[in-house]
């Protein structure tokens, strides 16, 4: 069935999802759908309701074993010796299988993670099966160079020099729950298009489109053991995979605290590693800006996802000229926020992944009043089945306060007011992270001015939170390692090799 309209409420689940939860879910090793060695599961939940929607194997070192095995074994066969263009016509498969599958995929990501249906259906589906294609034309477009050297000895003798790029080898790719299928395939479609081979291990909080989508790369024609899943902890199924040595490359995404332990294990066999991890962005809002434009900046910038997106802007700076307009404003729309599940999209703000994740988000608000940010909503708790929390916005808020510092990752912003725009560089910048930020301002100098000068791997003007396949995307200081998306993308996923042939 073709994806339905984004805005449209799911009336009924489909048979297929109705019939994928009712079976048990089975990790992709190889060409087999398999249980964990073991036999143990881990149980999924429907944040919207609380109750449990499918139980998954909890995978374990054994299992990653057998995968990262059936990787190697798909790189070195038949996948190595397909040419470049067959490789971008199974991925082109691939992402019209996304779509052809897109309502099944989207309702399942909605009961599994929460989110509005609308995303489900026009990031996890739509932005997905684009990204696909969009790897898959750089499949045929890898390409080294010719280098002119100059080496001296023996005296007179001529070389002729160039690089080839090759695959990296076995992808280990480690994924988190915000935006389950996204993630997944920012990963693997660059892998694919250069010629590795994967392990994907999703969040345990949202493996259900992942395993779908790894179904689909068997239908689309992938060689067994070119993309393999397995589900289960971070700490079990996530360190096995990071630790193996059968893997050459780790590809996360996820929070700093991860990020980290998989940095210092990549270095201990030197694996290729990128990170994408958290980030506090930054919203300044200058005197000039288009005041039409605020409610794009607190519907995307802040509350997209319900909050729980990387680049969330989470700290506006507002100039005093329009800093009490804001606080008015955002005040107001988010008063009218409507709270409830992601199968209406009507609903704007959806429940939390998880009873855990609600839980820190409930205790960071809790923090900020502490701390003694003033609250101009005064939400209160949610009460209620389902993993929910009411959007708070906090004022008379300080550099130095966790609400300012630490990660959310749920639908709580702050508003700083600023004079001089110096200033508010500063307050934005003074951060660990640096992922994305945005400058709001219809003067064309104070952006050229105060771009270079912002600590991020993103800056948006007048947009924010909006990534694209062809745009680098990736942190500064600790918000990661590395680029994804883009011809900077590639590079992750290979190896330079030099050859140098002394002439005859
Ligand atoms: P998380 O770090 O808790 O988990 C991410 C993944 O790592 C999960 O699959 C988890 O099972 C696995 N994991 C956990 N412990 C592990 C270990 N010891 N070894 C190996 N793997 C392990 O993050 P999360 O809560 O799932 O996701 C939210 C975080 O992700 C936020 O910090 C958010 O900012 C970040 N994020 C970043 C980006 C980006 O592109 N920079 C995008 C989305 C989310």
Redesign the pocket.
Known sequence: MQIARPDSAVEEILPSVAGFLESPVRMVIGDQKVASDTSETLAVFNPATGQKIAEVPKGNAQDIDKAVKAARGALKGEWSRMRPADRQRVMLKLADLIEANGEELAQLETLNNGKSVMLSRMIEVGASADYMRYMAGWATKIEGSTIDVSIPVPPGTKYHAYTRKEPVGVVGA??????PLN?AVWKIAPALACGCTVVI?????TPLTTVRLVELCLEAGLPAGVVNVVTG???EA??A??AHPGVQKLA????????K??GVQAMQDMKRVTL????KAPMIMFDDMDMDQLGVAAGIGVFFNSGQT?CAGTRIYAQKGIFDKVCDFLADMTRSLSIGSGLDPANQINPMVSAKHQGHVNACIARGLEQGAKPLLNSGSYDGPGFFVRPEIFTAVDQKMSIMQD?V?GPVVTITPFDDPDDAIVMANDTRFG?GASLWTTNLNTMHKYVPQIEAGTVWVNAHNLPDQNMP???YKQ??IGR?HGRAALDNYLETKSVCIALG
């Open positions: 480690i994924t988190p729950w915000n935006f993630m291990k999703p969040a345990e909080e902890t971070g700490e996530g360190a995979l990071t996360f995404t996820g929070s700093t605290e991860v990020g332990l998989i994408e991890l958290g980030g990387c990660e990752f992922l995307f990736g942190g918000s990661g994804e």
